[in-house]
């Protein structure tokens, strides 16, 4: 089956991001107390540290699928925890044709990206993301704008957060030369993704201006696989977003993204290219 990504509607009537939060945090925590436990009791039983648990119970931290799971089964809590964490993916700050995958996101054991449009949402600077959304059209508000880079910075801890996902990015080379910006937000960009790709589970790869044709030129795509290692795949246009499920379409992208690695630089050459482009010997 090939999904469009539901409309799960705008406006005033979407919680904002801190209040969804706090209240899933607050039904956590009434269950938990129901039990008897504690959070030093509670958090083993799930898998999880104490620290998480209170941040979640806080609302300060975005809950896991399996925290959501593994919570609904140990406080056998007839469904409501499950049901209150649907609400957590209607997120101010991400296309409403996003969510859907942002929040296959958070389970992902495996996540690949190919981009030819611009530097991944995930490795962007706030100065790059800030400069997307200043120049987009129609024009957003200040509100709007600090929205979108809020929930853009929260993803962006998906790398820091989880050292045994698997990522790999590649990314055509036009679109690191392109000074989106300027100069000095675009080096700022290149020395954040130079460190950031310096982690062991996460390569990079840069598709050479001078390869005449790859395997990608239908366009950017995205693919992961979660813990039960069924894979995903998702593909974004202009103001629309198509996640897809179908596994005979996603082995057919898997193929692609598979010949890709081999027609891109290696990770070693992309990092001296990058490195290149920033002027350091």
């Known amino acids: 089956m090939t999904d469009e990504v539901p409309d799960e ?167 690191l030369r392109r000074r989106t910006g300027g100069p000095q937000v675009m080096s700022q960009q290149i020395d954040h993704i130079v460190d950031i790709c310096a982690r062991r589970n996460i390569d990079l790869q840069i598709m050479p201006q001078s390869r005449e044709h790859h395997a990608g030129l239908d366009g950017p795509m995205r693919l992961l696989e979660t813990p039960e290692n069924k894979w995903y795949a998702y593909c974004e246009g202009q103001e629309n977003g198509l996640l897809i499920s179908d596994s005979k379409v996603v082995s057919i992208l898997q193929k692609r993204y598979a010949r890709m690695r081999a027609q891109a630089l290696s990770v070693e050459d992309s990092l001296s290219l990058l490195l290149e482009m920033r002027g350091t010997p």
């Open 9 to 175: 509607g705008a406006g005033g009537s979407e919680p904002e991001a801190s209040d969804s939060l706090k209240a899933f945090g607050e039904v956590v925590k009434a269950f938990r107390k129901r039990a008897g436990l504690t959070q030093e009791r509670f958090a083993p039983m799930v898998g999880y540290s104490v620290p998480t648990v209170a941040s979640i119970e806080q609302g300060r931290r975005l809950p896991s699928v399996g925290f959501v799971e593994k919570s609904e089964a140990v406080l056998d809590a007839f469904g409501v925890i499950r049901a209150a964490a649907k609400h957590l993916a209607r997120k101010p700050g991400l296309a409403k044709w996003f969510r859907q995958w942002a929040k296959l996101e958070l389970q992902a054991v495996t996540l690949y990206t190919y981009e030819n449009r611009l530097v991944p949402g995930l490795l962007q600077t706030p100065a790059y993301a800030k400069t997307i959304f200043d120049k987009r059209i129609p024009t957003l508000d200040d509100d709007e704008i600090e929205a979108r880079i809020a929930a853009r910075a929260e993803r962006k801890k998906l790398l820091t957060e989880r050292p045994h996902t698997i990522y790999s990015f590649i990314i055509e080379e036009h679109v």
